[in-house]
């Protein structure tokens, strides 16, 4: 991944609804979402010139939005458009990137409450390598557990892709990274295996796939696809509360997720796994269907 910083760039973003020079995008200090994380955020991959899923990433926006209590003001279809402007305005027309919609609550008050803040969107796309290496891909990544829990539906937005619902995942992964390990398995709120520090976690029991039951977090749009390709291929996927103890049961274990894609987990904590025939053929009809969707959409 490039070390330009992103404020430091050539190209350009859209930002309610104009598109500007990428260095002159800002935003005041004392932007409400900056002191109380009053914002909401997307994330899509670009394949070959185009946006996976894009309808469903930015309808998911707008429900977050929702949820945190603000209206975007610009309906789904507009949202679409400017993020198909931004892959052609930054270069990515036939090429592989990544897609940053955000909206957010502006300065125009500063305390808990922001009736009267007014609610941006901006929309950014920038050339973007897999997540993982793919040899790291398929040799698996080692994860430890996580030293925070995803919050209980009662105590926070938990069905929005809100900012603040973020920082105990990058305090879990840097703890992680720091230990030698490349990401971290949190628990839920009972203590049930919930997902990575942002990817959801499927296990390979008995000849079925399990997954967490996302009732606290985020049920992922490529946890979603990954499920109907596994119901394609005629795999048993089981949705369920699933105990830290069931690690034992299973011989594969991977993460879904717009940055991670698919991939592999070989290790969590003293729990091994293979990288078997289950991953590899869900891993293969993944990115045959990005790849398959690019040229469908570029035809």
């Known amino acids: 991944m490039s070390l330009v910083p992103y404020d430091d760039r050539d190209g350009y973003i859209w930002y309610d609804g104009e598109m500007v020079p990428w260095r002159n995008v800002t935003c005041h200090i004392l932007t409400h979402a ?45 949202i679409d458009q400017a993020c198909k402007q931004v892959i052609a305005a930054n270069g990515l027309s036939s090429g592989d990137g990544y897609l940053r919609p955000i909206a957010w609550r502006g300065s125009e008050m500063m305390g808990v409450s922001a009736q009267a803040c007014k609610i941006h969107v901006a929309i950014a796309a920038w050339e973007w390598p897999a997540y993982f290496t793919p040899e790291a891909r398929m040799e698996g990544i080692r994860m430890t557990w996580a030293k925070y829990r995803r919050p ?16 105990i995942c990058t305090l879990c992964k840097h703890e992680a990274e720091a230990a030698g390990y490349n990401d971290a398995l949190m628990l839920d709120y009972r203590g049930y295996l919930a997902e990575g520090s942002g990817a959801n976690l499927f296990l390979a029991i008995d000849g079925k796939l399990h997954t967490p039951t996302p009732d606290c977090f985020l049920n992922g749009i490529t946890r979603q696809t990954v499920i109907g390709l596994a119901e394609a291929r005629g795999i048993e996927v089981v949705e369920r509360h699933i105990k830290p103890e069931e690690l034992k049961d299973a011989n594969e274990v991977f993460l879904t997720g717009t940055a991670v894609e698919v991939t592999p987990v070989k290790e969590i904590a003293d729990h091994n796994f293979q990288v078997g025939q289950m991953t590899r053929e869900l891993i293969s009809d993944f990115d045959k269907l990005t790849r398959q969707s690019a040229r469908k959409e570029a035809g």
Do not use: C, W
């Open 34 to 78: 900056l002191h109380y994380a009053s914002a909401v955020f997307e994330g899509t991959r670009v394949y070959g010139g185009e946006a996976f899923k894009l309808t469903e990433h930015n309808e998911r926006l707008k429900t977050s939005a929702e949820i945190m209590g603000f209206e975007l003001p610009f309906d789904v279809p507009a």
């Open 152 to 167: 209980a539906p009662d105590t926070a937005p938990t069905q929005s892709k809100a900012a603040g619902l973020y920082m």
